[in-house]
């Protein structure tokens, strides 16, 4: 069986975490997709020149533990304005979808532009307070030192670049479930998005 589900939204507003629970709920495959563009992201900072760092992609680059840093997310948002960036890494990510066995893929333009045909698309996303808050808790729990001002306006710097970039820009899909975040908790975001994509299953069969 082939499935796809495309979950978008912007940083810090749940996608992940409920990206990773529907594919667990239905059995399905999951990818990250921001992790492409920070492992990417990682390459260039490593001195890789943003398009062979695309190009030569490998798992074990998106495997790698040191992806989540301020750093790395600034850079993996740069290199995701490149066309050149995004074109190597499509096909990528539109093979994984159509894996047999059902795909969740997570990330920016998944509705829009790498699976427009998904079964299912969800755009999670939340107030930029609030997920200034998870995103500076995380970090604070990882041991970053960095204020939660800090991060709010990194958060809403890194809304901007995304919202306005002229390749693929991050937009919920015309025909995508909008699921705010910003008074739920991770239970209720999980169990409202698995009800989305079980009623949407049950009209397919």
């Not at 609030?130 to 729990?141: F, V």
């Not at 995508?176 to 069969?205: C, F, G, N, P």
């Amino acid at each position: 069986m082939r499935f796809t589900i495309a979950i978008d939204g912007p940083a810090a507003a749940g996608k992940g975490t409920i990206s990773r629970a529907v594919a667990t709920a239905f059995k399905f495959q999951h990818l990250d997709t921001g992790l492409l563009y920070r492992a990417v992201g990682r390459r260039v900072l490593d001195g890789v020149p943003a398009i062979i760092a695309a190009s030569t992609l490998r798992l074990r680059d998106i495997a790698r533990n040191d992806l989540r840093t301020p750093e790395v997310s600034e850079a993996a948002s740069k290199v995701a304005v490149n066309k050149d960036v995004r074109a190597a890494l499509v096909q990528f990510q539109r093979d994984f979808a159509e894996r047999e066995g059902g795909a969740v893929l997570d990330g920016r333009d998944i509705g829009t532009v790498i699976c427009p045909g998904a079964e299912v698309k969800l755009f999670v996303t939340a107030s930029d307070t609030a997920r200034a808050h998870r995103r500076w808790l995380e970090l604070r729990d990882a041991g970053h030192d960095v204020s939660e001002a800090v991060v709010l306006g990194d958060v809403r710097i890194r809304d901007t670049r995304d919202a306005e970039r002229a390749e693929a820009p991050m937009v919920a899909a015309d025909d995508a479930h909008v699921l705010d975040t910003s008074d739920m908790s991770i239970d209720e975001a999980v169990a409202a998005a698995v009800e989305i994509v079980r009623a949407r299953m049950e009209k397919q069969t």
